[in-house]
């Protein structure tokens, strides 16, 4: 596939903004692991191979293990999360399919038991982070696998390199 827009370079102030957004959510206080589980989930959802790409690159960088990775589309039939992690990756769904679902207060409920307030609304934007990232790369054909570890880090380099 070959990509279609250069959205950072036509359009530099609306990479700012998500690259504001982004790094609120990095120094929010969300756990990394999270982040990254996150992250994966949406982009697997979403169908974004460029951002499933980078994002089992920064997770194993950071020590993800291969086994949960693997088991991100499934994580529902696997022993390998913790309870957070399981109500994360199900507020995950429910907000990126929020067309759909609604995001109905079993939901709600469910992620109420593992996070505070602050941890819930930071945790909330992570989602939004990446679900925005996902459709501009969909959007606009991001070029798959050319991903570098820790390349998303500033706002100045080329559009194939964020999501």
């Given at each position: ?11 530099p ?50 020590g ?16 390998f ?6 109500a ?7 907000v990126?399919?929020v ?16 996070f505070d ?5 930071n945790?909330?934007?992570?989602i939004?982070a990446i679900?925005?990232?996902n ?29």
């Amino acid at each position: 596939m070959q990509p279609r827009i250069d959205y950072g370079k036509v359009a530099p102030g609306a990479l700012r903004a998500m690259y504001a957004l982004e790094q609120y959510v990095r120094s929010s206080g969300l756990d990394l692991t999270l982040y990254h589980l996150v992250k994966l989930r949406a982009s697997y959802i979403n169908g974004c191979a460029f951002c499933v790409d980078m994002h089992t690159k920064e997770a194993r960088a950071h020590g993800e293990t291969e086994q949960r990775l693997y088991a991100v589309p499934v994580w529902r039939e696997t022993p390998f999360f913790t309870p957070r992690e399981r109500a994360a990756l199900a507020w995950t769904e429910t907000v990126t399919r929020v067309g759909e679902t609604g995001v109905p207060d079993e939901s709600y409920e469910q992620v109420r038991a593992e996070f505070d307030d602050a941890e819930l609304v930071n945790l909330t934007l992570a989602i939004v982070a990446i679900n925005g990232w996902n459709r501009l790369s969909v959007a606009f054909r991001a070029p798959v696998g050319t991903y570098q570890v820790g390349a998303n880090r500033a706002p100045a380099e080329p559009a194939a390199q964020r999501a």
